[in-house]
């Protein structure tokens, strides 16, 4: 049975043609045929801005036979891909050479985001950071911004202006961090609750407070962050979490009293439902009981992660039946070495490998759609085509470079075990050239609609 809708003759639709894939459930979970939907010719009607119906072309075209088509017929169309950690503000550092987390942040980062107390340089790279996300297919980011309050402004203004679902929102450190970088505690909130009286639940814009680690920040700023999360409980908690080894000593010498680097936050009482925690590569197993008891999430940086010499996510851990823990996909821009997801579920594959674990085309698609979604607790607003959802999507070419055309040789399959083999090397070899084009909210936005597609 195809979900649909029938809208009244003001409504203003359009349909999209081509192969249409998306996911009902967690294929980590359940047998992929079960929670995979794909039709290799398919129809994806679009009624202000929303799904509409999505199923076989041959259906539903007689159900609309009059509303404008554009054509996208051997290439699939995908809900738009979700980034659940990347910093903006290091987008101009990508690529620093030689050094780990602390000694990174300290030569790199921390003077790089500098910069963003100047309000047109952080209009600049807001927008060359969102035309990337745009140009690889990343629909929705959470997103780190820097500690002035102005380069939150600059994001959610250059995010406002293309219609996107963003989270962002001012980091807070208060100490151990350069001077030029610090607030405090009192400024930290009354910046933060400012933003959030100002962006957040404004368009398609949503804020999270944004401690950056519990090495920056005081007991005392850690728990201003949860007065925050207590006076608006809709917004989000944004912050790292056991990235690096020497890092997780550091932070059990900061807080001897504390069990764990979880504790540190869940004590300041910043561990709930709609709390994500970048990275989770250094768990012990009763933290891993607490994120999944409080519903939290984790998301997964591999580019990152292999770059600074992190070490390797337990994706096995995350998806553990008894105990499990939402995860999504992240580029963590500027430590992650591709704003691509593509790329990012490469080296995600890789990472796995290591450990003697499978990820699949599928599962590494579910964790860039839907389970990035389930992440963010927006399933209910996008990841999948479901009708009613804001209609965000991506036409991806399984031809889009002369190798590709090679492997992928015989085009779209129409057997999902067929069209998991194009995928999978569509997730290998492909980056921003295979984005054919990016919708937003069901309008074009990549390419740029003054430029015709190459």
């Known amino acids: 049975m195809v979900d649909q809708f029938l809208p009244t003759q003001s409504d203003s639709c359009h349909a999209i043609r081509g192969a249409i894939l998306d996911f009902s459930d967690d294929p980590f979970f359940l047998p992929a045929e079960q929670v995979t939907r794909y039709w290799s010719d398919g129809l994806l009607v679009i009624c202000q801005g929303c799904v509409a119906a999505c199923g076989p072309y041959q259906r539903l075209r007689t159900a609309w036979p009059d509303i404008p088509l554009t054509d996208y017929s051997g290439k699939l169309v995908t809900p738009g891909l979700i980034d659940t950690h990347i910093h903006y503000p290091q987008t101009a550092m990508i690529a620093s050479h030689g050094e780990q987390l602390l000694e990174w942040l300290e030569r790199y980062t921390f003077p790089t985001e500098r910069k963003f107390a100047d309000a047109n340089y952080a209009a600049e790279v807001a927008e060359l950071f969102l035309d990337e996300l745009l140009k690889n297919g990343t629909t929705t980011a959470l997103v780190f911004a820097a500690v002035f309050p102005q380069s939150v402004e600059a994001f959610f203004a250059a995010a406002a202006a293309r219609n996107l679902r963003m989270i962002s929102g001012k980091v807070m450190m208060d100490c151990r961090a350069p ?36 090495g920056t920040s005081s007991q005392a700023q850690l728990q201003m962050a949860a007065r925050l999360l207590e006076e608006f409980p809709d917004v989000y908690l944004h912050t790292h979490l056991s990235e690096n080894l020497r ?126 979604a389930r992440a963010l607790s927006l399933e209910d607003k996008i990841g999948s085509f479901d009708v009613g959802k804001e209609a965000d999507f991506i036409v991806l070419d399984p031809q889009a470079t002369p190798l590709l055309t090679l ?48």
């Open 247 to 372: 890092e997780v000593a550091w932070i059990q010498s900061l807080f001897p009293d504390r069990a764990s680097y979880l504790d540190v936050y869940d004590y300041a009482g910043l561990v709930g439902e709609k709390s994500v925690f970048a990275h989770g590569i250094h768990l012990s197993a009763q933290e891993w009981q607490r994120l999944s008891q409080a519903r939290a999430a984790v998301s997964f940086c591999p580019t990152s992660n292999l770059f600074l010499g992190s070490g390797l996510f337990n994706l096995h851990q995350a998806k553990r039946l008894d105990r499990p823990v939402k995860v999504g996909l992240g580029t963590d821009i500027g430590a992650g070495t591709s704003f691509s997801l593509l790329q990012t579920s490469n080296e995600a594959y890789k990472v796995a490998q290591l450990q003697g674990q499978n990820l699949s085309a599928l599962q590494a698609l579910f964790l860039a759609t839907l389970g990035g």
């Open 179 to 214: 001077a030029y970088l610090c607030d405090t505690v009192q400024s930290s909130y009354a910046d933060s609750k400012a933003l959030i009286q100002r962006w957040h639940g404004r368009g398609r814009l949503l804020y999270a407070v944004t401690p950056r680690f519990a």
């Open 407 to 454: 492997r992928n040789a015989g085009g779209l399959p129409a057997d999902l075990t067929g069209l998991a083999d194009v995928l999978f090397a569509l997730l290998m070899m492909g980056d921003d050239r295979a984005i054919a084009a990016t919708y937003i909210m069901g309008q074009p936005l990549h390419p740029k609609p003054d430029r015709p597609a190459p």
